[in-house]
C-alpha cells in the first residue's frame, strides 16, 4: 500500500483530529463568499488566503474565499475533494511548520461555472476582486501596455460579446461581463486587485478591462464605463512570498507532517508581504490586521521589489542554468552568487525612488532569503516566460540607466544569458526547460545566419523593446559576452 493510500484525506471532518495548532484559525464553515480570487496556483493559496485568514482570526470578520482557476480543472477536483483545505508549510532552514488554512470556501473552474462566477459578481456582500493570473493573464500589449485585440482569445471572446449570454471564455471576458451585471443589478462599489508581478499593477489592470469593454459589442459600455469611474476601484500592490510550484516530494512532506493526505499542499519562504495601495471604494478587508499594510502610493515598494527581487532572480535563473545549477540555492551556494546579487543590487539601486527602505540593506535580506536550503525554487521555473517578466524586471532600470550616462554591465551579462537561454530544443521548448509564450518569435530568432549583434538585437525587438534593440553599443556589449556565458562562466 503506497502512504497516498494509507493516509485519510484532509477534509473539514478529519481536520478535526489534527492538533489546534495545525487546524484552521477560523472555521470555514463560518465564512461568507466576500473575496472572489482568479487564479488558484500555489503563490494565492500561501499569500493571500493566508493574510485572509489572518485578519479573520485577528478582528472577527468573517471574508470567505471563492476562488476561481482558469486552466487547471485538477486543481479545482483535488480542492473540492478536501473541502477547500490545504496545508501551508513554512520552510525556513531546519525549521519546517505545517498547519491548515481555511480561508478558501469554494473552488470554481472558469470555463465550467461561469454562471456561479457572474452571481458573485453581482452579490453586494462580495466586496473584492483578487487576481494571480501572471503576466500572460492581462493580454497586455508589450508596446502600449494596452489590451492586445489581437490576441486570440481576446479575439473570440470581444466576439462573442455580440451575442448576449454567449460564454465567455477569459478572466478579463468573464470579469466584464460580471462587472456589467453587477451594473445592472445591485451596482454595489467593488474593489479589483492585481497581485501579479507587474509595475503599476492597479492601473495595467484597469486599462485592459476598460479596454475589453470599450471593444465589447455591448451597447450599454458607455454607461457601464460611467459607472465604473466610481464605483470600481483597482488598487495597485505589491505581493512577496518566495513559493516554489509543489512538487510531489512536497506533497508527500506535507502529508506526514499533517498525519492526512493533502494534494494540494504549498511550501514557501517564511517571509511574506503584503503592500496595498489604500484605494477602495468598497468594503476594505481587513488584511492589515493579517500583517499587510495600506499606503497612500505603493509605487516606491514596487520598484524596490521588482527590480531587487524580481530582477536578480531572473539574473540568477538564466546565468544559474548556463552554469549548471538547477535552483536558486544552488547558485547561492556557488563563489558567484552572492556577488551576482550584490553586484545586480548596486547597479540597479539608482533607479530607485529615494524614499522607503535602503536598498543595499534590501539585498542583504534577499541574500539570506536567497540562501534557504530549505526552498527547492526551480531556475526553470523563473526563467520561463521572460519576454513578458523582463520588459517589467530589466527594461526600465536598463533605460534609465543609459538615459543617465551610466554602466549597466550586471544588465548585459544577465542578458546575455537570456539571449543564450532562448535557443530552441528539438522538444518545442528552450534550451533548458524553460519555456515563453513567445517562443515561435524567438525560435525564429535563431534560424538563418546573423551576426550575434543582429541576433540579440531581433530578440530583444520579440521581447517588445525596440528601443534597445536599436542601441548598437547595448547590442555589441550583450554580444560579447555571449561566449563567457555559454562556456558557464559569470564574469562580474
Ligand atoms: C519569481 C517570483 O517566478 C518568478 O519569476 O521571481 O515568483 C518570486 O518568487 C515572487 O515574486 C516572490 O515574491
Not at 448576449?164 to 461581463?177: D, F, I, R, Y
Not at 500583517?291 to 524596490?304: N, S
Not at 545566419?449 to 553599443?473: C, H, K, Q, Y
Amino acid at each position: 500500500m503506497t502512504m497516498a493510500q494509507a493516509q485519510t484525506r484532509l477534509s473539514r471532518e478529519s481536520v478535526t483530529r489534527l492538533d489546534p495548532a495545525a487546524r484552521p484559525l477560523v472555521e470555514p464553515q463560518s465564512l461568507r463568499p466576500r473575496i472572489l480570487h482568479f487564479g488558484l496556483g500555489a503563490f494565492h493559496r500561501a499569500h493571500q488566503a493566508v493574510y485572509t485568514e489572518a485578519a479573520n482570526a485577528a478582528c472577527g470578520e468573517r471574508w470567505g474565499i471563492v476562488d476561481v482557476e482558469p486552466f487547471s480543472s485538477r486543481a479545482v477536483e483535488e480542492m473540492r475533494a478536501q473541502d477547500c483545505l490545504y496545508s501551508v508549510t513554512d520552510r525556513a532552514p531546519g525549521d519546517l511548520r505545517t498547519r491548515v488554512v481555511g480561508s478558501v470556501i469554494e473552488a470554481l473552474l472558469l470555463s465550467e461555472d461561469p454562471g456561479r462566477v457572474r452571481e458573485l459578481l453581482t452579490d453586494a456582500d462580495l466586496g473584492t476582486v483578487t487576481l494571480t493570473v501572471t503576466e500572460k493573464g492581462y493580454h497586455r500589449r508589450l508596446d502600449t501596455g494596452g489590451l492586445d485585440t489581437t490576441a486570440a482569445p481576446i479575439v473570440t471572446d470581444l466576439a462573442a460579446t455580440a451575442s448576449e449570454g454567449a460564454p465567455l471564455a477569459t478572466v478579463l471576458g468573464q470579469l466584464s461581463a460580471g462587472l456589467r451585471a453587477r451594473f445592472h443589478s445591485t451596482a454595489a462599489p467593488i474593489d479589483l486587485i492585481s497581485c501579479d508581478n507587474m509595475a503599476g499593477n492597479g492601473p495595467a489592470l484597469a486599462t485592459v478591462v476598460r479596454g475589453f469593454i470599450e471593444a465589447s459589442a455591448w451597447a450599454d459600455k458607455d454607461a457601464l464605463l460611467a459607472w465604473m469611474a466610481d464605483s470600481v476601484s483597482f488598487p495597485a500592490t505589491i505581493v512577496d512570498r518566495i513559493v516554489p510550484a509543489t512538487t510531489d516530494d512536497d506533497r508527500n512532506l506535507a502529508s506526514s507532517a499533517l498525519g492526512l493526505r493533502d494534494e494540494m499542499p504549498v511550501l514557501g519562504e517564511p517571509y511574506r508581504q503584503w503592500v496595498l495601495e489604500d484605494a477602495f471604494v468598497g468594503p476594505r478587508p481587513h488584511w492589515d490586521r493579517g500583517g499587510a499594510l495600506y499606503v497612500p502610493d505603493v509605487a516606491p515598494y514596487q520598484l524596490m521589489k521588482l527590480r531587487l527581487l524580481n530582477g536578480s532572480h531572473s539574473a540568477m535563473a538564466y546565468l544559474g542554468l548556463a552554469a549548471g545549477c538547477r535552483t536558486v540555492a544552488d547558485v547561492l551556494a556557488t563563489d558567484w552568487g552572492e556577488s551576482l546579487v550584490r553586484a545586480f543590487g548596486s547597479e540597479v539601486a539608482p533607479t530607485l525612488p529615494r524614499a522607503g527602505t535602503d536598498p543595499a540593506a534590501y539585498v542583504e535580506d534577499l541574500v539570506v532569503r536567497f540562501r534557504n536550503p530549505a526552498m527547492h525554487h526551480l531556475l526553470r521555473q523563473i526563467g520561463s516566460d521572460g519576454t513578458l517578466k523582463l520588459p517589467e524586471r530589466w527594461f526600465g532600470p536598463l533605460r534609465e540607466l543609459r538615459a543617465n550616462g551610466r554602466p549597466a554591465p550586471v544588465l548585459e551579462l544577465a542578458l546575455a544569458a537570456w539571449v543564450h537561454a532562448t535557443v530552441p530544443h528539438t522538444d518545442g521548448g528552450q534550451r533548458y526547460g524553460t519555456v515563453d509564450p513567445a517562443s515561435p518569435a524567438l525560435a525564429a530568432c535563431w534560424s538563418g545566419s546573423m551576426t550575434p549583434t543582429r541576433r540579440v538585437a531581433a530578440l530583444l525587438t520579440a521581447a517588445g523593446a525596440e528601443d534597445l534593440a536599436a542601441a548598437t553599443d547595448l547590442t555589441a556589449a550583450i554580444a560579447q559576452r555571449l561566449d563567457g556565458v555559454a562556456a558557464g562562466r559569470v564574469e562580474l
